[in-house]
């Protein structure tokens, strides 16, 4: 898990690769979950809430560039 204040430092770019990744492993614990493999599935959830976490900071950014 990284902090809120962790990725406000990175670039938009990271955010974006960091963004396709944990989606991706997202789709990985979806999959383990479905055939009984998850052994932690609040992997899941947490999975979810850092994408959301990173998508709210590069809409924050795209927001105040067009101020």
């Known amino acids: 898990m ?3 204040a962790e990725l406000k430092q ?4 990271e955010l974006r690769a960091l963004v396709a990744e944990l989606r991706e492993e997202g789709f990985r614990l ?3 979950h479905h055939t009984g493999q ?3 599935v609040s992997r ?12 709210t900071i590069l809409r924050q950014r795209e927001l105040a560039d067009k101020e």
């Open 2 to 4: 990284t902090t809120a």
């Open 10 to 13: 990175k670039d938009t770019e």
């Open 30 to 32: 979806r999959m383990q």
């Open 38 to 40: 998850l052994d932690k």
């Open 44 to 55: 899941l959830s947490q999975t979810r809430r850092d994408v959301a976490r990173i998508l």
